[in-house]
Antibody
Framework: QVQLQESGPGLVKPSETLSLTCTVS??????????WNWIRQPPGKGLEWIGY???????DFNPSLKSRVTMSMDTSKNQFSLKLSSVTAADTAIYYC????????????WGQGTLVTVSS | DIQMTQSPSTLSASIGDRVTITCRAT??????LAWYQQKLGEAPNLLIY???TLESGVPSRFSGGGSGTEFTLTISSLQPDDFTTYYC?????????FGGGTKVEIK
């Protein structure tokens, strides 16, 4: 059974960079069958897809965030990561990592989510 | 980009009721649509994909339908565990997008 677990600081100051890592167990991030995604949810609001990273290192991002997002993969640790720069209070959200399949990008497996608050 | 709109945003119903949630896309997504259930404090849980395929382990009272731009999620007989929030998601093209959510509450 695939499991994902987000980790990272729960508090980030405005204008700084949010950094999160997702550790995968029960499956390999090196698989050529899956996209590894980040999705966020502001408190009490809906879901927003941030982007994905593929095992080759290729990425695709939501245009609304593209200028501030970086994603990468560490296959030796079976992890993938998100960096979001120049954060504001509007970036306060629960951040989820999730796996989707090539050619069918719905999300069967999700992490439990981690709340990141942007505040000074 | 494809926008997804769910209706209603809130639905009041009783145990045993049949309820239907609608999701509309701004362009055809054929049948590349998923439905999720999200309980408070938890990650979304996949219910249905490819518009009408029930995910393994999901009760048969859940069903999905539609194609093109209009889709439905139907719960045939509401159970206490079903009073929570539901989201649709299109995966026809990137960027992926979700509907705004429908909260099913007890009448």
């Amino acid at each position: 059974q695939v499991q994902l677990q987000e980790s990272g600081p729960g508090l980030v100051k405005p204008s700084e960079t949010l950094s999160l890592t997702c550790t995968v167990s029960g499956g390999s991030v090196s698989s050529n069958n899956y996209y590894w995604n980040w999705i966020r949810q502001p408190p009490g609001k809906g879901l927003e897809w941030i982007g994905y990273v593929f095992y080759t290192g290729s990425t695709d991002f939501n245009p609304s965030l593209k200028s501030r997002v970086t994603m990468s993969m560490d296959t030796s640790k079976n992890q993938f990561s998100l960096k979001l720069s120049s954060v504001t209070a509007a970036d306060t959200a629960i951040y989820y990592c999730a796996r989707s399949s090539l050619g069918a990008s719905f999300h069967r497996y999700w992490g439990q989510g981690t709340l990141v608050t942007v505040s000074s | 980009d494809i926008q997804m709109t769910q209706s209603p945003s809130t639905l009041s119903a009783s145990i045993g009721d049949r309820v239907t949630i609608t999701c509309r896309a701004t362009q055809s997504i054929t049948n590349w649509l998923a439905w999720y259930q999200q309980k408070l404090g938890e990650a979304p849980n996949l219910l249905i994909y490819k518009a009408s395929t029930l995910e393994s382990g999901v009760p048969s009272r859940f069903s999905g339908g539609g194609s093109g731009t209009e889709f439905t999620l139907t719960i045939s007989s509401l159970q206490p565990d079903d009073f929570t929030t539901y989201y649709c998601q299109q995966y026809y093209s990137f960027p992926l997008s979700f509907g705004g959510g429908t909260k099913v509450e007890i009448k």
